[in-house]
């Protein structure tokens, strides 16, 4: 009878202790989503003095507290819910903010995968996809490409990157990425290939043999994985 009472005790009290660590996981979860929630609406409703200064005195985060904030950006963005400016300066936050040197991260590969764009500045499908994928430990390097792709040849050339991204903003840079892809396809350099245009025109794909075109970030992130297993980390 002893016995059987000490078990009746001890599984009342491991019950009590799993109620216990659930609520807490739940109180940490509903706090990170506060927080998160309070930092989109004061970018939004542009409460502070510059970006670089809102970083500086910003909360810390985890580096999945991040990745969800990409993810709410991404949904509030598909919902209209947000200008083209409240986008920009979120992932403008979000980019210098995984730049801090206090911010860690252990690369799952060694070689950075190159997401390469025609601007001279930064573009916001560049920026998401190199925050994105930074915040699933997946190292990238922004190769702008408005004035000369060497840079991106010397990379390629030296660290044999096994997969390029492209994100195409404008329907005059269809033709100096189709005078790229017979030397990426030379150097068995995958290609992956997104961007407006092909969206409003999907015909303009059938230029680009042998290149890949993901549904999403989701899809695209699960085909470089793939095609990142086996590099040396």
């Given at each position: ?149 060497r840079y991106l040849i010397e990379f390629i050339e030296k660290k044999k990157p096994p997969v390029v991204i492209f994100t195409i903003s404008q329907f005059l840079h269809i033709h100096p990425l189709r005078q790229l892809i017979p030397y990426l396809h030379n150097r068995n350099v995958k290609v992956f290939i997104g961007g407006i245009p092909f969206v409003y025109d ?32």
């Amino acid at each position: 009878m002893e016995e059987n009472h000490k078990t009746k005790e001890q599984l009342t009290n491991g019950s009590e202790t799993s109620q216990t660590e659930h609520r807490r996981a739940g109180q940490a979860v509903t706090g990170s989503v506060n927080r998160l929630s309070t930092l989109m609406k004061r970018i939004v409703d542009s409460d502070y003095g510059s970006i670089e200064e809102l970083v500086a005195g910003s909360e810390i985060y985890s580096i999945g507290e991040i990745h969800a904030f990409l993810n709410n950006i991404i949904v509030a963005w598909r919902a209209k819910e947000l200008t083209p400016a409240a986008i920009y300066a979120l992932l403008k936050f979000v980019h210098i903010y995984l730049e801090q040197p206090r911010t860690k991260f252990t690369f799952k590969n060694r070689t950075p995968i190159p997401i390469c764009y025609f601007s001279s500045y930064l573009l916001p499908s560049a920026s998401l996809l190199h925050s994105y994928l930074k915040t699933l430990l997946l190292a990238t390097a922004l190769f702008p490409l408005d004035e000369t792709d060497r840079y991106l040849i010397e990379f390629i050339e030296k660290k044999k990157p096994p997969v390029v991204i492209f994100t195409i903003s404008q329907f005059l840079h269809i033709h100096p990425l189709r005078q790229l892809i017979p030397y990426l396809h030379n150097r068995n350099v995958k290609v992956f290939i997104g961007g407006i245009p092909f969206v409003y025109d999907e015909s303009l794909k059938q230029a680009f043999s042998g290149c890949i075109f993901p549904h999403d970030l989701t899809e695209m992130t699960l085909l470089l994985e793939n095609s990142l297993k086996g590099e040396p980390r």
